[in-house]
C-alpha cells in the first residue's frame, strides 16, 4: 500500500515536471551530483572512479543542492565514483526531497542490505539505477548477475523507491546474452529495465552484429516501456549509423563533478568547467544553444531523454559561431537576445 502511494505521487510530480519543461527551456530538467568520487570495484572501461578521495563534505553538498534548487532543477540524480561509500548519503537525499525536486541514485548494488533500504525508504530516495554488465564476474566487471543477485532480492522485498537495472551490448562485450538474462531476472524481481548500447573500446562507433541486434530488441520488449520509447536514438547506434539530436548538457542537463564544476557529462568533463555557484542564466543559455561536437555518436541514454523535451525547439549553432556571438555581445545585449530567444 505504502509503495503504491509512493508510485502514485511520484508519477503525479513527474508529470508536473514535464509539463513545466515543455512549457519553459529555462531551468535544469536533470543534474548528475558526485559527492564520492571513490568506488569499492575497479571496473576496466571506467573513467570515473578513483580509490583514494574523500567524501565532499554535506554542508558543501547542501550549498550546491541549495544552488541547483534556486536554478530551478526539477530532478537530482547522485552518481559517483561509489555514493553509498558517503557516510551522510541519507542526509543528502534528505537536502533534495526538501527543495521537492526528485532524488534519484546511480549505484552498482553492493551495499544493499535490508537495513541499508530501509534508511535509503526513510531518507526519501525515489528513483535507483543499477548496472549489471555480465552474469559472471570477469577482469573487467565484476558488476554481475552472481554477485548481486542476493541484493536484488533484498531490492524486490524492502525498497519502496522504483528500481531499473540496466544491461550492456556492443564494445566487444564476449557474452551479449548476458543482457537479455540479466533483463528477465530483473522483470523476475519486478524491477524496470533497460538497455545501454556501448561503443567499441577505441571509442569507435560500430554496428551490433546480427546476434546482438536479435537480443537488444529482445531485451528492448522487455523492458521500461517509457524508456524504449524515449531511446530511438539507440536503433541508429545499434545499426552503427549517427544519430542527429540537439544535446542541451550545461544547459538542461547538468554534470556537478565532486569539485563543484559544472561539465556538459561524464564523458566531456572540463567543458565548460564554471564553478556551480557561479554558474548563471547566461551560463545556461550559452550551453543551450551550443552544438556538441560529440552529439551524433552520444550514448549516454538521460541525456538524450532530456534532449527530447526541447528537439522540436531552438536551433543550435557551432562553438565558433557561439564564440562569436559572444565577443558581439561583449559590446551590446545578452546571448539569447541575439539567438532571438525568449
Ligand atoms: S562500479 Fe561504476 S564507478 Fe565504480 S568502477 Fe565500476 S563503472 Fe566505475
Ligand atoms: S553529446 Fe553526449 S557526450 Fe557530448 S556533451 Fe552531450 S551528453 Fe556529453
Known amino acids: 500500500m505504502k509503495k503504491r502511494s509512493k508510485f502514485l505521487s511520484r508519477k503525479l510530480r513527474e508529470t508536473i515536471f514535464i509539463t513545466r519543461a515543455l512549457l519553459s527551456s529555462e531551468h535544469p530538467v536533470l543534474a548528475h551530483v558526485i559527492p ?47 555514493p553509498l561509500m558517503h557516510p551522510e548519503l541519507d542526509d543528502i537525499i534528505r537536502h533534495i526531497r526538501s527543495h521537492g525536486i526528485i532524488a534519484g541514485l546511480i549505484s552498482n548494488g553492493y551495499y544493499f542490505s535490508p537495513e541499508r533500504i530501509e534508511r535509503l525508504n526513510e531518507a526519501g530516495l525515489e528513483y535507483l539505477q543499477i548496472s549489471i554488465d555480465n552474469v559472471q564476474p570477469d577482469e573487467v566487471s565484476k558488476k554481475s548477475l552472481r554477485n548481486l543477485d542476493k541484493k536484488l532480492q533484498h531490492l524486490s522485498e524492502y525498497a519502496e523507491f522504483h528500481i531499473n537495472i540496466n544491461s550492456v551490448l556492443g564494445g566487444g562485450i564476449r557474452t551479449p546474452e548476458d543482457a537479455l538474462t540479466i533483463a528477465q531476472r530483473a522483470v523476475e ?44 536514438f539507440q536503433d541508429s547506434i545499434a ?54 561536437w560529440c552529439a551524433s555518436t552520444c550514448t549516454l541514454q538521460c541525456v538524450h531523454q ?26 551590446k545585449g545578452s546571448v539569447g537576445e541575439m539567438l532571438g530567444a525568449d
Open 239 to 292: 545499426e552503427g549509423k549517427p544519430y542527429e539530436w540537439r544535446c542541451r548538457a550545461g544547459a538542461r542537463y547538468l554534470y556537478i563533478c565532486e569539485d563543484g564544476l559544472v561539465h556538459w557529462c561524464s564523458q566531456q568533463r572540463g567543458y565548460p568547467g564554471i564553478p556551480l555557484e557561479k554558474y548563471s542564466m547566461e551560463d545556461f543559455k550559452r550551453e543551450y544553444f551550443t552544438e556538441k
Open 36 to 82: 564520492m568520487r571513490r568506488c569499492n570495484l575497479a571496473c576496466g572501461y571506467c573513467n570515473e572512479y578513483d580509490k583514494v578521495s574523500q567524501p565532499v563534505p554535506l554542508e558543501v553538498m547542501k550549498r550546491r543542492l541549495d544552488k541547483l534548487a534556486e536554478l530551478g532543477t526539477s530532478i537530482i540524480t547522485i552518481s559517483g565514483g561509489e
Open 306 to 331: 532530456v534532449g527530447i523535451l526541447d528537439n522540436w525547439r531552438d536551433p543550435q549553432v557551432s562553438p565558433g559561431e557561439m564564440q562569436a556571438e559572444q565577443d558581439k555581445k561583449n559590446s
Open 189 to 232: 524481481l519486478g524491477f524496470s529495465t533497460t538497455v545501454g548500447v556501448i561503443h567499441d573500446h577505441d571509442g569507435t562507433l560500430k554496428p551490433l552484429t546480427e546476434k546482438e541486434k536479435q537480443i537488444f530488441h529482445a531485451v528492448k520488449k522487455l523492458g521500461n516501456k517509457d524508456h524504449a520509447r524515449l531511446n530511438w
